[in-house]
């Protein structure tokens, strides 16, 4: 499950079926996504890595990392070492790609590409696994939903929705003001009425090669919320 937090102006479309197969939202500004799978097994999301003190000149648009792979038909760690080698023109991010086969992740804020064994991981604005409150807050009641079998699409939509706000002490300085980061700091993100978390997606993948994907999108300006949900197997 994750949330995506955005500017509340910016334009986007909800979960559905792309010309190239694959189901995932749209920014409808610069064309891309930040999660999507396809029914051939492909899956990728992707997450800012939050460094507002050094703004790249001109850089390319993250939300083609996602669409790109999606698209593509080379392997997720083929992808990923191609994108090494340029990962330096984009804004800071993580990206996670994967296939039935495997699962990995690269940033451009840290070397090397990483395969990822099986196993829970938190993910936020920082390197994967960086252990903010609200990832640790995640990744431990994601356990508890596991631990008792609570494993459904209601239930793990709860996982990421907490507001609790961090202490100062513990807020990270990521180049945003002191109001903004801590704000930032909760996992369901209003800053006034300009920025804040704009869905939730949980995703579900079967054993059976069934995949579920259910998209919350919330509008926070009039307190409204509308659920997507898209079901589709993952071909042998």
Partial sequence: MANRDE???RPSSSLSKWEHGFYAGKD????????????????????NYR?????????KTRGNLVKNFLEADVDPYQYLKTLDLEKHHYEGFNLIVGDQKGLFYLSNYKDGIE???SGLYGLSNALLDTPWT????AKRQLQEKLDRNLIDLSELMQVVTSRK????????DTGATLYQEKHLSAQF??????????????LLWKHTGEVEMLERTFDQLNDAKIDNLVKFKVKD
């Fill in 7 to 9: 500017f509340f102006e």
């Fill in 28 to 47: 409808l500004k610069a064309g891309g996504t930040w999660m999507g799978m396809h029914p051939n097994g492909r899956f990728a999301t992707l997450t």
């Fill in 51 to 59: 460094d507002l003190k050094n703004p790249k000149v001109n850089p």
């Fill in 115 to 117: 395969e990822l064994s």
């Fill in 134 to 137: 609200k990832v640790n807050l």
């Fill in 165 to 172: 706000m961090d202490p100062e002490e513990l807020l990270p």
């Fill in 189 to 202: 993100i209003r800053i006034d009425d300009y920025y804040g978390t704009v869905n939730t997606t949980v």
